[in-house]
T-cell receptor, first 114, second 110 residues
Framework: DVKVTQSSRYLVKRTGEKVFLECVQDMDHENMFWYRQDPGLGLRLIYFSYDVKMKEKGDIPEGYSVSREKKERFSLILESASTNQTSMYLC?????????????FGPGTRLLVL | RKEVEQDPGPFNVPEGATVAFNCTYSNSASQSFFWYRQDCRKEPKLLMSVYSSGNEDGRFTAQLNRASQYISLLIRDSKLSDSATYLCVVNLSNDYKLSFGAGTTVTVRA
């Protein structure tokens, strides 16, 4: 089974703090994603990485950066946390087999910024 | 207009009932469609892909209507364990990016 793990289930941070969210997958997938999920808005893509050291901005990259130094690890960084970044953060890795693609999600990190 | 739009529900149905709901998408050229299931406070998981000819997986049937740009999910003989939020997911641009609907909540009661 594919396993995607995230470093924390719950985090509480103060405004202005630097926040690191880490994600690790064990299936050698090239593509990894960071989303945030907010009520009524669905999942929104923050950043995408298609390989080591490769990244692309998603729909809402402002206030975030990412790092992919190793294939299995994709980190999301909030340079200076703000209250509007309080959200559920979900990491995913992507498997493609022919026409079938699947995104496997980690359990999520609930971040509260005070 | 949202790129992927779903009726949020909730759909409250008794055990054994049939429940169906739709999802509309904005790009007529989209090629890949999926239903994901998300249990309360859990991560989304792939339920099924949606193929042009429609497809079934046990009690679940997914269909695609390209002319009207919507996909549907039908659940027959609902079980208590079907209670979840169902996310409509579309690859709108046929690249790496998936667009997610906000979800349809289904509650099956005894």
């Amino acid at each position: 089974d594919v396993k995607v793990t995230q470093s924390s289930r719950y985090l509480v941070k103060r405004t202005g703090e630097k926040v690191f969210l880490e994600c690790v997958q064990d299936m050698d997938h090239e593509n990894m994603f960071w989303y945030r999920q907010d009520p009524g808005l669905g999942l929104r893509l923050i950043y995408f990485s298609y390989d080591v050291k490769m990244k692309e901005k998603g729909d809402i990259p402002e206030g975030y950066s990412v790092s992919r130094e190793k294939k299995e690890r994709f980190s999301l960084i909030l340079e200076s946390a703000s209250t509007n970044q309080t959200s559920m953060y979900l990491c995913a890795s992507r498997s493609i087999r022919g026409l079938q693609e699947t995104q496997y999600f980690g359990p999520g990190t609930r971040l509260l910024v005070l | 207009r949202k790129e992927v739009e779903q009726d949020p529900g909730p759909f409250n149905v008794p055990e054994g009932a049939t429940v169906a709901f739709n999802c509309t998408y904005s790009n007529s050229a989209s090629q890949s469609f999926f239903w994901y299931r998300q249990d309360c406070r859990k991560e989304p998981k792939l339920l099924m892909s949606v193929y042009s000819s429609g497809n079934e997986d046990g009690r679940f049937t997914a269909q695609l209507n390209r002319a009207s740009q919507y996909i549907s999910l039908l659940i027959r003989d609902s079980k208590l364990s079907d209670s979840a939020t169902y996310l409509c997911v579309v690859n709108l641009s046929n690249d790496y990016k998936l667009s997610f609907g906000a979800g349809t909540t289904v509650t099956v009661r005894a």
